[in-house]
């Protein structure tokens, strides 16, 4: 039998978004009718209001005068049924959160462990463990700060200062997201200088891979200036372009020079398949990812998750890659209700759909170049 509470929880949430669907089917329907400024709401109410007249404010706030030329931008989408589930672990986790401390701990424990697992199996990354974040960055900014935990014995202690001696050095993709490599830098209290973007191939190869040759020789400069080359971010899937980096090589190059290696980009959701290519495959032997799920999956407000391995739970626990707080487990109760809604066989299909739409449209634009150049072609003949 499901608790009346949980039971009494969906059936609201199914009629919270069935009623902004109607809402919107009604504005699409009756596109003269337009909101005014008066409908925003004000001061709060002494007496309160309603779901309903809530959710009404709500539909008034996204239809508000001052975006009418782009309200095509802000149509609220159909979730679907996987997109309730995602949605309906929020509000489970806000109902979760009040349970008496232990067993809360044990429900937390449990979802942790089973969605870390399910993920570890899914994209073939054996012995992991998960840190889930809202931010994309926010896992990749925790990984920097539990290897500088494990590269400098004290800086428990004695924090900046160990840093003196040796600068630490983090190596990023010059193709890499914009902004990344500040973002790191600022939020771990780094000087710029502790940044390198690493060129990709110009003459040879990809230019969208980093340029391990050239790699090899800025690590072994800075080995020689005394500074402790630390971290390695890589792409399988780079921004715009999805060209991978060449995984194994680096990854050899990260355990000559005892550095960590760090993979994201969407080219890892390839793992699930049961073909995927050798580079990305190598991705499994990194010692971290980032998985964006809800991009891939099409699930809403689900966290992304970093999968690392590390021996010492004390360091992650110190990096704020693990918490104490069963509460903060909870973050993972979206993703956890998600994949089990879609299952195996589900998440793999949605993968696997995704990777045929962006073969077919490689495919279009490689025949529109085509015909962009036999145009030209007969262009300058007819000119000449």
Wanted: aromatic share 6%; with cysteine.
């Amino acid at each position: 039998m499901v608790d009346p509470t949980l039971a009494e929880m969906g059936k609201n949430l199914n009629e919270a978004m069935k009623m902004l669907e109607d809402n919107q089917r009604k504005a699409e329907e009756e596109n003269e009718k337009k909101y005014a400024r008066k409908d925003i709401p004000g001061p709060l109410q002494g007496s309160g209001q309603d779901m309903v007249s809530i959710l009404q404010l709500v539909q008034n706030l996204m239809h508000g005068e001052e975006e009418e030329e782009s309200s095509q931008a802000y149509r609220l989408q159909n979730v679907g049924e996987q997109g309730h589930m995602a949605l309906l672990g929020h509000s489970l986790a806000a109902y979760i959160s009040v349970l008496d401390r232990e067993r809360l701990r044990k429900l937390t424990t449990r979802i942790l462990s089973d969605t870390t697992l399910w993920l570890c199996r899914l994209f073939r990354y054996e012995n992991g463990s998960a840190y889930y974040h809202e931010d994309d960055r926010e896992g990749l900014l925790k990984i920097c700060r539990l290897v500088i935990h494990t590269r400098y014995e004290d800086y428990t202690v004695e924090g900046f200062n160990v840093l003196y001696t040796k600068q630490p050095i983090i190596y990023i993709s010059s193709a890499a997201r914009t902004g990344l490599g500040q973002a790191l830098c600022n939020q771990l209290g780094l000087p710029l200088s502790c940044m390198c973007r690493v060129p990709c191939n110009t003459m040879f190869g990809s230019q969208h891979q980093m340029d391990v040759a050239l790699l090899d020789r800025l690590i072994k400069d800075d080995v020689e200036s005394g500074k402790l080359p630390l971290l390695l971010v890589a792409n399988a899937g780079t921004p715009g372009a999805g060209h991978t980096d060449k995984l194994g090589r680096l990854k050899e190059l990260c355990e000559q020079y005892n550095m960590w290696l760090h993979v994201e980009g969407v080219n890892l959701a390839t793992l699930a398949l049961g073909y995927v290519s050798s580079s990305v495959l190598a991705a499994t032997k990194c010692d971290s990812m980032t998985l964006t799920l809800g991009s891939w999956l099409g699930l809403p407000a689900v966290p992304a998750v970093t999968l690392y391995r590390h021996e010492d739970p004390s360091l992650s626990l110190a990096a704020g890659l693990t918490s104490s707080q069963p509460v903060e487990k909870l973050r993972a109760l979206p993703l956890w209700l998600s994949l089990q809604y879609l299952g195996h066989d589900g998440i793999v299909e949605r993968i696997k759909h995704a990777s045929q739409l962006s073969q077919r449209l490689l495919e279009n634009l490689k025949n529109l170049d085509f015909i962009k150049t036999s145009v030209r072609s007969v262009l300058n003949t007819l000119v000449v």
